[in-house]
């Protein structure tokens, strides 16, 4: 080999002479000799000292404690007394595989320009060790693959016996990878050109990023655009008229029933009798609407009105969204109020003589708690309709503007929500009772027009109202379709609420129902009272007050005449579609509709 060349001795041993090194390793390596370096003159050999004696006694003495044999070839060499060291590593882990790599390098005395590298790679285990040594060739450092080819491999067992070589691992055998999987670096080899050409023929350009649909997907589409909406607006509009019923039953209905109660009293005067439980509540419900009525005629719209619209657009519209949400409350709570109040009354009319005491006393706390709830129900409707009235008579597109944020705001708070079927049957009867106040609200900037305005106005005043109503209409389609399509509710679900709506039209509708209509039409009807009340005062003739009051009777027997013919024809009606959507359910069992 060319290590074992003439004129070339040790240079520098490494880890030999390391005193450092030694020190810090001293607890877990072994030093051993390598093979010695031969000299091939007279000249060369220089006489070893008793300092090198020592030295040497010791290497000799790590080298019988090593547990690494040495190769034959190693052991030669050291008998003729000529070598360099070479450092072995030894690991004391049980049985695992121990590497050390040991290097001699040697340099020719006469020329310091060459250099040779010599490596030994020691695997040391449990049974043996394989020493694995590399030359380079030719005074330099060569590859890996020239390396192996020069390296002799021998394995020593206590028996003589020798081991294979260790075989290289599965994870780490790139060729054996490129060999099973030849695309492994496709993206790194392909050109441009091939990547673009492979696009353009692999099927959909958006199959990274979409699915293929199936049949569900296309009935949802369909069910999202075109079923879903107009069984949503149908319910709704049926929601409406249900709600204009109770209305107009509020101001026909009522006021008639109340005066045949009064004069069945004074008929039977020497006979008292004790009203029934509908006279009762009729009377509470009277009395309730009467003191809306006579405070709101109290307040002085104009200054609300012009307080109002002293503000900005951005504050305008956080004013209509508060009132919106404190409406949304008091219509919730009203219900319960005056159902609380019928209840006392079917108490009254029915309780025992000896308790009547008590039962009085709660019927007046409930009543007192009715009017005030509806007081200031009453007072938040008002100040809705008239920031609404503000934004339509501004010339600065206010109405637009409060039409997009409220609207979209709504669609914000409610699409993106779960909802269960339930919920969704409630937010369809609030959108009912929603689009009922806005016409309450156009009626007030009806009457207020009417008083105030100058020059052409009802061209206007009918694009705003119909915008305003068209807005409305398409936020709740949108809505209410994507609801179903995010909560995966059919449109079947809608049927279902406009048949359970129509059974309580018909009062057939079992006691324990999960969902009904319940709209309290005492707030709007003050609130078109107070409204309506300076229209019919400034259509008065000016006469003497018999003449004024005749007038006035005329006009209450007018209205009240228009009023109780509207309410038998939306009544009727409403019945009439009532009885025979109820009858389609029921030859068809899953109440679908057919264009």
Known sequence: MALRSGGRKLSYEILSRNSSVQEEEAGLFYRSNSDPIRSHGAADHIPATPRRKRRKKKRTAAVANCSIPESPSAVADDDDDDGAVVNGLEFNFSQTVLCSVATEVV???????????????????????????????????????????????????PNGNLLPKLQTTESLDWQRVMAEDPNYMFSVDKSPLKYFMEEMSNGNSLRSTTTLGNEKERERVYDTIFRLPWRCELLIDVGFFVCFDSFLSLLTI???????????????????????????????????????VILLEQTDISLIYHMIRGQGTIKLYVVYNVLE????????????????????????????TENIGFWIWRFTCDQALAVTASIIHSFILLAQAITLSTCIVAHNNALFALLVSNNFAEIKSNVFKRYSKENIHSLVYFDSIERFHISAFIIFILAQNILEAEGPWFENFLFNAGLVFICEMIIDIVKHSFIAKFNDIKPIAYSEFLEDLCKQTLNIQPEAAKKNLTFIPLAPACVVIRVLTPVYAAHLPHSPLPWKLFWILVLFAMTYVMLTSLKVLIGMGLQKHASWYINRCKRRKHHLHYD
């Open 325 to 352: 949400i404190f409406d949304k409350l008091c219509q919730s709570f009203n219900g319960d109020v005056l159902q609380t109040l019928f209840n006392s009354a079917d108490g009254l009319a029915s309780c025992p």
């Open 107 to 157: 340099s020719d005395q006469n020329s310091f320009g060459a250099a040779e590298l010599r490596q030994r790679t020691v695997n040391a285990g449990a049974g043996g060790a394989v020493f694995d040594e590399t030359t380079p060739s030719g005074g330099g450092l060569e590859g890996e693959a020239n390396a192996k080819e020069d390296s002799a491999v021998e394995a020593a067992k």
């Open 254 to 292: 009522m006021p008639t029933r109340i005066l045949m109660t009064l004069w069945r009293l004074v008929r039977t005067r020497r006979q008292f009798k004790r009203p029934s439980a509908a006279e009762l509540s009729d009377f509470g419900c009277f009395t309730t609407m009467a003191c809306g």
